[in-house]
């Protein structure tokens, strides 16, 4: 419906915080509805993405008020993902790693074996669970099989067959830049 719009990478997209505006969150487009108010924060209703904010004409602060709401729902989503991964990595014993939540502009995430820590892209946050859920394993993965060698890839394989699928809509459809 809004397929057009999946055409500009998302960082490279010029958001002005109006009313009417297309936004993504976990796959889906919403519709952007931009009220003022003294109680700041968003709400999703029918595909409606009801963002209130104290001062209307500031883009800034809108999108930082978009931003912190982003950030809330990525840390409650990320760590499920990582712990559907660690469930689903269980024949290699990984544990549950430092998560930072950052926003990159050039990968989905990344893995640092040596300091226990995985970087998940914030704006995976736009992507659907089932990207989000690939992004957090094949990180997890890094833990066991440093780099993208064979063993890796078998791993990945055995413990989600449709991977490629899930990076192949990563890569077409949510674009970073
Ligand atoms: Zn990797």
Redesign the pocket.
């Known amino acids: 419906m809004f397929g057009s719009l999946d055409t500009v990478p998302e960082l490279l997209k010029n958001y002005q915080y109006t009313t009417g505006e297309q936004h993504k969150f976990l796959g889906d487009y919403y519709r952007l509805m931009v009220s003022e108010s003294v109680e700041t924060g968003v709400l999703l209703n029918n595909y409606n993405m009801i963002l209130s904010v104290q001062d209307l004409k500031s883009i800034q602060h809108k999108e930082f008020i978009l931003d912190m709401w982003y950030r809330e729902q990525a840390r409650e989503v990320f760590v499920e993902a990582m712990a559907t991964a660690i469930v689903t990595s269980a024949p290699y014993q990984i544990s549950f790693p430092d998560l930072k939540i950052y926003r990159l502009d050039n990968r989905w ?3 640092s074996p040596k300091s226990q820590r995985v970087i998940l892209n914030l704006e995976l946050i736009k992507t659907p669970k089932e990207c989000i859920e690939y992004i957090a394993l ?2 997890m993965l ?1 833990f066991r099989f440093p780099s ?1 060698n064979l063993a ?1 890839y078998g791993a990945l394989g055995d413990l989600m067959s449709d991977w490629k699928e899930r990076e192949d809509m990563l890569n077409r459809k949510y674009r970073l830049t």
């Open positions: 995430g990344s893995c094949h990180e890094h993208h890796f």
